[in-house]
């Protein structure tokens, strides 16, 4: 088995310049526990500040870790978040930007690079890796195996006493919005105890208690709470209607709100975030029992837990109830580090790609070649280090980019066409945009200031660090000119690699 030794003296390459540091690794970290959450927004969990929802689970671990209170996803898409998590590296350098793009066989995930550290890797529930393939997981189960476990029971009988609906089935686009979002409140019809979160809870318990001995990669991987937010029927009912406060829109929001959303009525906007919220409840049971067993297991003190959403959700922010945008509510998630430092929070805005190489980092391996993240353990150890220049995300179904300095966010989009992946909003496409938002003073990013004279000279160096970003990461970018304008160059940038290539 390969170890580093104690202290770790490590260079850190990615879009930034590389930097030498000295990074103080605990000798005691064996395992990694990363939890995975889907659509899981940080004003949703209530270490977040979100006072009526209930994540006791998750709120331990955070005062048991290290809270980022600015994660940013560098997609606000499943497929694409997904594949910086398991590489990190950007969306279009791994070549996953869309919704169904499979992860290439090329692409070298951090469980095979543990596998040649003899670890023992599991991944149990979403994986979107879409192609069949296992990845450099040893043990991997997903919901076909649920429905093969669901089989074998005998029939659920639910006496009288029990108030339930059984969900109908998912068809979003197909059903009107209130349906598909499961505005109704309508449980799995299932209870806790074979309910499919709690089934994948289980099996990476098993696999944990298999395995206590050796060193184990095990990745919990919950589809909660993505919609149609799933919850047992002892969860039905959970949130006082009365209690759910609806986030006001602004006039400019009225532009880019999907057709599909406005239809809505409040009383459906309410169910909605209420579904949303219990499904969220749900999922911090099975994180419990995770943490639980590490507890039972005697391996707590030895094991690194990662917790993150793969990226926000809008619930009534700016007038949508996804993700697919580069507004706070939606790029951003919840991230919690266990097994580094108690207790604290980062305001430093990190980004997902940075899990990665803190994970190998946390656990004595060599750190993954050429990635696009940094590990986090510097600024866990001294905040006032500065992380990164900047924070970049992509969303190439909408061919947009972003970009945040100094808590100026800057948006990018081609506007080829209107709203993709279901979300048209019904106008004609916007063309070419630049957004700037000024998040310090306008944090619910209610005002474009991109038009603004005194603000000119912040928006081009912007767009240049955007340009930087992509060149310096994206596969294509020796055969895009520098001689375009930066209108050319980005709007080449923001087209979908899968297309051009051909390949997938």
């Known amino acids: 088995m390969k170890y580093l030794f104690f202290p770790l003296l490590m260079t850190v390459f990615s879009c930034d310049a590389p930097i030498e540091t000295e990074i103080q690794v ?12 889907d659509d899981l927004a940080t004003h949703a969990v209530g270490c977040y500040g979100n006072d009526i929802i209930r994540t006791p689970n998750i709120d331990a671990l955070a005062a048991s870790g290290v809270r980022f ?14 594949a910086t998590l398991m590489t990190g590296l950007y969306p279009h ?21 543990l596998k040649s550290y003899d670890f023992s890797t599991g991944i149990f529930g979403k994986t979107h890796f879409n192609s069949g393939k296992k990845h450099g997981f040893d043990t991997l ?10 089989k074998k029971l005998s029939d659920i009988v639910l006496t009288d006493t029990v108030s339930h609906k059984v969900r109908p089935p998912w068809k979003p686009f197909q059903d009107s919005a209130n349906i598909w979002l499961n505005a109704d409140g309508a449980t799995s019809g299932r209870p806790f105890e074979h309910s499919e979160g ?7 318990i098993d696999f944990i208690k298999r395995h206590q001995d050796e060193r184990f990669l095990a990745v919990a991987s919950f589809y909660e709470p993505h919609s149609p937010f799933n919850f047992p029927i ?8 009365a209690t759910i406060d609806l986030p006001k829109t602004s006039q400019e929001d009225n532009r880019w709100i999907p057709a599909i959303f406005r239809g809505l009525t409040e009383e459906e906007k309410v169910g909605i975030t209420r579904a949303y919220y219990s499904s969220v409840e749900y999922m911090d049971r099975n994180v419990g029992m995770l943490l639980t067993a590490l507890e039972e297991l005697g391996i707590a003190e030895e094991t690194l837990v990662v917790f993150v959403g793969d990226h926000g959700y809008l619930l009534n922010h700016h007038g949508r109830f996804e993700k697919h945008m580069m507004w706070e509510e939606a790029v951003c998630t919840p991230l919690i580090v266990k097994g580094l430092k108690e207790n604290i929070s980062i305001e430093q805005p990190v980004e997902l790609a940075d899990i990665v190489p803190t994970i190998t980092t946390a656990l004595a391996v060599e750190e993954m070649s050429n990635l696009h993240g940094k590990a986090l353990q510097p600024i866990i150890d001294d905040p006032a280090q500065t992380h990164r220049d900047a924070i970049f995300s992509v969303y190439y179904v909408d061919n947009k980019a972003m970009v945040i300095q100094d808590n100026w966010k800057y948006i990018f989009t081609s506007g080829k066409r209107d709203l993709g992946d279901g979300y048209a909003t019904g106008f004609a496409p916007s063309s070419i945009l630049h957004r700037l938002y000024d998040l310090e003073n306008d944090p619910q990013e209610r005002r474009d200031v991109a038009a603004l004279s005194e603000n000119a000279e912040r928006l081009t160096q912007l767009q240049q660090l955007m340009l930087e970003k992509f060149r310096v990461t994206h596969p294509y970018a020796a055969t895009i ?24």
């Open 141 to 150: 189960v997903d919901r076909h195996h649920h429905r093969d476990y669901l």
């Open 26 to 37: 605990p000798p005691t970290l064996k395992n990694v526990l990363f939890i995975i959450s």
């Open 234 to 241: 002892e969860y039905q009912g959970k949130y006082d209607k």
């Open 198 to 204: 709690t089934f994948f809870a289980n099996s990476a």
């Open 481 to 504: 000119s520098t001689t375009l304008s930066v209108d050319e160059q980005l709007s080449l940038f923001c087209e979908p690699p899968e297309r051009r290539d051909g390949s997938r």
């Open 69 to 82: 209170e600015r994660a940013y996803a560098n997609s606000p898409m499943c497929t694409p978040s997904r």
């Open 93 to 113: 350098n791994v070549g996953v930007t869309l919704l169904r793009t499979p992860l290439a066989d090329s692409a070298y995930t951090l469980a095979e690079h």
